[in-house]
């Protein structure tokens, strides 16, 4: 989802903010080390990469390195995308295993265990519902009771079996969504990039979901206000260092049928967009955690294991 309205780094931890003309830029030294950050998009989202590194030119190495991880790993997990191994799993749903890569085998393990920790309030078998309510595929009225029957049975009926190199979707009718997962994943693997290209202090954040190395020179962490979007102002501040936050809501992506109007994050069991709270940011040690654990929370209402911090809308 697009959650860019949601947060916003408070300016206040980096001097004065910094206005790019062609989406990067660079701030004087600090502390021995340069503020490098590059505005792009990827995963579908926009995205905003603020880094400490020694010098400009190993900033902007390393921010290039990180978001061409994201891109790789949006190949590997979009649903869009007719090359993507995502789309290979869904289109043999019920034929037997395709050949997959690792990305999309983690993301399938990581997400059976998530699944398992909130009581099945995440599932990433809930395509069938999000097809029936239209947001993969435009329709012109709500749907039946039958066909949120359907849906409902193909989420609860799904199974997926991963191997070494190679996953199977068992039954015929279930498809997967990793619109839940994805996101975190690939914060996951982009700060393993940049830790490995030498940066210890970095903030990224892909439309609202965010990872944090380190943080600013002399300064605990990164903070980040979370904006309310029943009302105007803020409903908190989480500060992040080696962390990750998510913010998940029924708000922003919608559909709308005369007077419905939907959410596009689904209750699976229900088979209706979740209502249990109006919004809600998790951290979490992981990016991949923080994504699925605020789906989770936004379904159930109810704090999942592996919740650090919550800033929540009821």
């Known amino acids: 989802m697009k959650r860019r309205e949601f947060v916003g780094v408070v300016a206040g931890a980096l001097g004065s ?8 830029a660079a701030s004087p030294v600090r502390g021995g080390e340069r503020l490098v950050e590059r505005w792009s998009w990827a995963m579908g989202q926009p995205v905003h990469l603020r880094l400490f590194a020694a010098s400009e030119d190993a900033g902007f190495e390393a921010a290039a390195l990180a978001i061409a991880e994201l891109h790789r790993v949006e190949a590997a997990l979009s649903l869009f995308d007719s090359a993507s191994d995502l789309v290979a799993l869904n289109e043999r749903a ?8 690792p990305d999309l085998l983690c993301v399938l393990e990581r997400s059976e265990h998530l699944r398992k920790l909130t009581g099945g309030a995440f599932n990433p078998a809930v395509e069938p519902l999000m097809r029936a309510w239209g947001f993969h595929a435009p329709r012109v009225s709500a749907p039946t009771a039958a066909e949120l029957g359907l849906a409902r049975r193909a989420v609860g009926e799904a199974r997926v079996m991963v191997g070494v190199r190679d996953a199977t979707l068992v039954t015929p009718e279930s498809r997967l969504d990793l619109g839940g997962i994805g996101v975190g994943y690939g914060l996951d693997r982009a700060a393993r990039v940049l830790r490995r290209a030498g940066i210890r202090r970095a903030l990224l954040d892909v439309s609202g979901d965010l990872i944090a190395i380190g943080a600013p020179p002399g300064t605990p962490g990164w903070p980040v206000d979370i904006a309310s979007r029943k009302e105007a102002g803020i409903l908190g501040t989480v500060m992040l260092r080696d962390a990750a936050a998510a913010t998940s809501a ?5 559909v709308r049928y005369g007077d419905v109007v939907a959410g596009h994050v689904m209750d699976p069991e229900r088979g209706v967009p979740a209502d249990a709270l109006i919004q809600v940011t998790v951290v ?6 923080a994504d699925a654990l605020s789906t989770a929370m936004l379904v159930s209402g109810r704090r999942p294991p592996g919740v650090e911090e919550v800033v929540l809308l009821k």
Request: net charge positive; aromatic share 4%.
């Open 17 to 24: 903010p910094v206005f790019p003309e062609a989406g990067r």
């Open 94 to 101: 019920g034929r037997g295993p395709v050949r997959v890569g």
């Open 250 to 254: 029924n708000t922003g992506s919608v």
């Open 284 to 289: 979490a040690r992981t990016g991949i955690e």
